[in-house]
């Protein structure tokens, strides 16, 4: 029988959905979990993006990516002609990329956990900037020495529509929505799914613009 409680609910129901929503076998979207760290969390990233400034990479193939990079962690992702790959420093200024901060790795190693990966020790932070209309094409993060660690993705700023695909390029991926704050952790059976994100719509974000800002954590060494 509808009544006001009814219609609460489906209010609700409109809104984000909080907790862990199961995507995979292995993975998980953790609802607004790393909210509670945004406050620690931005100052820490500015310092690691006044040393390692965003930049736009080109691909093997020559294409210049939508979205610009930069990374902290004993390990930086970086692609250029002649290949992808983890480099100990930071292609720009020869030096060291930024120390991971600690309450990223922190924050990293506890959403691991909370979706069933214990003891994960990520030694790369991948940040990645979309202003509206980048994208991240179909992809399989692949380049870590091992497989056994889980990739941590943690969303910020605008929303984004995450393709969580399958295990050839052509499977049809789900359509999952990202929201500041949401946390993607994939692991073990989906550790090599493909994924990507559709064009950022354009908007302006209360804390960070009009902008997305992904950190993705890693064991690639
Ligand atoms: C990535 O796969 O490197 C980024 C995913 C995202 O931006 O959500
Ligand atoms: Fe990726």
Redesign the pocket.
């Known amino acids: 029988m509808p009544g006001p409680t009814a219609d609460l609910f489906a209010d609700d129901a409109l809104q984000q959905p909080a907790g862990r929503e199961q995507i995979g076998e292995e993975s998980y979207v953790l609802r607004g979990f790393a909210l509670p760290w945004i406050d620690r969390m931005l100052p820490e990233l500015r310092q690691v993006l006044a040393q390692s400034p965003f930049r736009q990479m080109v691909t093997p193939g020559g294409f210049t990516m939508s979205?610009a990079l930069s990374s902290c962690g004993e390990l930086g992702w970086t692609t250029d002609a002649s290949g992808y790959r983890y480099s100990p420093t930071d292609p720009h200024s020869q030096q060291p990329w930024p120390a991971m901060p600690n309450d990223l790795r922190r924050l990293a190693i506890l959403a691991a956990a909370d979706a069933g990966f214990i003891d994960f020790e990520p030694d790369a932070c991948?940040i990645?900037r979309?202003v509206p209309g980048a994208k991240?094409s179909l992809?399989q993060?692949k380049n870590e020495r091992r497989y056994s660690a889980p990739?941590v993705?943690v969303?910020l700023g605008l929303p984004?529509i995450?393709l969580f695909g399958g295990h050839t390029r052509s499977d049809r991926p789900k359509k999952v929505s990202?929201f500041h704050g949401d946390v993607?952790v994939w692991g073990g059976v989906d550790r090599l799914r493909f994924?990507?994100?559709l064009p950022i719509q354009a908007g302006q974000h209360p804390i960070m613009g009009p902008q997305?800002i992904?950190l993705?954590f890693r064991t690639a060494g």
Do not use: E, I, K, P
């Open positions: 979205a991948l990645n979309y991240m992809h993060d990739v993705s969303s984004a995450f990202l993607v994924h990507g994100v997305r992904n993705t």
